[in-house]
């Protein structure tokens, strides 16, 4: 695997998958709407070569008010369907500000689907001031900081995440922010599953 | 219905060993991308994630059939 990563930027050619296209598909909407975005779930391992399946793709998107969510609503019906409801008004003042998720995918195709949330925690900022560019091919991502991506998994504890964070750890283990990294083992009280499962 | 006799015990060794088979398997095919061109890894992994995704939605539109 060849790839670089410089000042918060990853540079990644490689082939995509129809799951790769899925997700720029949705996020170029997002960057032509200038809504900053960032993808936090396991799909940031499976960018990466991890051998395995995912329904969903986890977006934290900054906060929009309702006249800013409504007209990228529109926008993104044209080729996506919201699969929680066909109502903007309840997409934002039921879901999206009570914050719940609301999830889009390809018309007519439920899998997989973009689950899309605002920001709320402090984390959550963090994280969305924090992206990483990623340059995927020709298109560009943005995407967790890998250090917290990596301690993030290991603190929600799952099989699957144990392994995703494994997995992204030994792909990017010679270009951690190795304080960074400890910090957010420290934060997240996950040093000693982190000796466990990463070494 | 006689259900079967269930060692606990064997059953979490069994959990713990097959565990650390999928982490040791993370790191072989974790070693094997790093030393293996974009090129040949990455047109792998395309066809695997997209063979889960035509079968999940085949499965969907199969089961939309048979509700007609």
């Not at chain 1, 999830?103 to 900022?125: A, C, M, Q, W």
Request: net charge neutral.
């Amino acid at each position: 695997m060849e790839f670089s990563f410089q000042n918060k930027k990853i540079i990644l050619n490689k082939t995509l998958s129809e799951l790769d296209n899925f997700v720029i598909r949705f996020t170029k909407l997002l960057d032509h709407f200038n809504v900053k975005y960032v993808i936090v779930s396991g799909y940031v391992s499976i960018i990466f070569g991890r051998s395995r399946h995912t329904e969903d793709i986890d977006l934290l998107i900054e906060h929009l008010s309702f006249e800013q969510f409504e007209q990228l609503w529109k926008n993104v019906l044209i080729k996506f369907e919201c699969i929680n409801t066909d109502d903007p008004k309840e997409a934002y003042h039921n879901f999206l500000t009570e914050n719940v998720a609301i999830r889009f995918s390809e018309k007519g195709i439920f899998i997989p689907n973009i689950e899309f949330k605002f920001v709320k925690t402090d984390l959550d900022k963090w994280t969305l001031d924090n992206r990483i560019e990623l340059a995927l091919s020709n298109s560009t991502l943005f995407i967790s900081p890998i250090e917290l991506q990596i301690a993030f998994k290991l603190f929600l504890g799952s099989e699957k995440d144990f392994e995703d964070a494994k997995h992204i750890y030994n792909i990017f283990k010679d270009h951690l922010n190795k304080k960074l990294f400890g910090e957010f083992l420290l934060k997240l009280r996950v040093e000693k599953i982190a000796k466990q499962v990463l070494s | 219905m006689n259900l079967p006799n269930i060692d606990l015990e064997e059953l979490k060794k069994d959990r713990e060993k097959n565990h650390a088979e999928r982490m040791k398997f993370i790191d072989m095919y974790t070693d094997w991308l790093k030393k293996t061109p974009n090129e040949i890894w990455s047109k792998q992994h395309a066809n695997f994630i997209d063979s889960g995704i035509t079968i999940v939605n085949s499965r969907i539109i199969n089961k939309k059939s048979e509700k007609i």
